[in-house]
T-cell receptor, first 113, second 114 residues
Framework: AQSVTQLGSHVSVSEGALVLLRCNYS??????LFWYVQYPNQGLQLLLK??????LVKGINGFEAEFKKSETSFHLTKPSAHMSDAAEYFC???????????FGTGTRLKVLA | EAQVTQNPRYLITVTGKKLTVTCSQN?????MSWYRQDPGLGLRQIYY???????DKGDVPEGYKVSRKEKRNFPLILESPSPNQTSLYFC?????????????FGPGTRLTVL
């Protein structure tokens, strides 16, 4: 079975500050991990993903995430927040040989001027 | 342009009136899926399809039907909609292999059932 937990349904940061969005997962198979972003009135688009290999993955718009197996975590970070980063972010887990996709409940990021 | 399209984008209907939300993808993906998004609950999978004529239930299938007669299309059918099906619906498609299950999402359909 797979599950995803996102800590914090709302996160506020100042423009220029570090962004840290937390995601913990459980999976009975080697996980594929994803971060998706949803801007207002739009669908979801992929920010970054981890399947195998390098545990630090870089995505679009300056975001990155690190797969930590020992901590079962896949936290999303960005060194300096921009106003355009305000959106809802979803962590998701899937895996090789499975058709199931489990999403977290989402974290709404607010960027303060 | 690679995309997933959904129609309609907005729909207001009444309890019990059958409706269909269409979904089409042009990327030749074998897998397609329907989700509903509700505040505080994230995205929940309704049904998914691994290929033509092969479908399976997700986490919240009650009250919904799907069919996959062609690879590109995956319509969602509500035979007798109820107010608790008021939600934002997303269709998605993906391919396994090198893509690692990356999903491509449609723009969403906002459904209100009165």
């Amino acid at each position: 079975a797979q599950s995803v937990t996102q800590l914090g349904s709302h996160v506020s940061v100042s423009e220029g500050a570090l962004v840290l969005l937390r995601c913990n997962y459980s999976s009975s198979v080697p996980p594929y991990l994803f971060w998706y972003v949803q801007y207002p009135n739009q669908g979801l688009q992929l920010l970054l993903k981890y399947t195998t290999g390098a545990t630090l993955v870089k995505g679009i718009n300056g975001f990155e995430a690190e797969f930590k197996k020992s901590e079962t975590s896949f936290h999303l970070t960005k060194p300096s927040a921009h106003m355009s980063d305000a959106a809802e972010y979803f962590c998701a887990v899937s895996g090789p040989g499975t058709y199931k996709y489990i999403f977290g409940t989402g974290t709404r990021l607010k960027v303060l001027a | 342009e690679a995309q997933v399209t959904q129609n309609p984008r907005y729909l207001i209907t009444v309890t019990g009136k059958k409706l269909t939300v269409t979904c089409s993808q042009n990327m030749n993906h074998e897998y397609m899926s329907w989700y509903r998004q509700d505040p505080g609950l994230g995205l929940r999978q309704i049904y998914y399809s691994m290929n033509v004529e092969v479908t399976d239930k997700g986490d919240v299938p009650e009250g919904y039907k799907v069919s996959r007669k062609e690879k590109r299309n995956f319509p969602l059918i509500l035979e007798s909609p109820s107010p608790n099906q008021t939600s934002l619906y997303f269709c998605a498609s993906y391919s396994t292999g090198l893509g690692g299950n990356e999903q491509f999402f449609g723009p969403g359909t906002r459904l209100t059932v009165l």
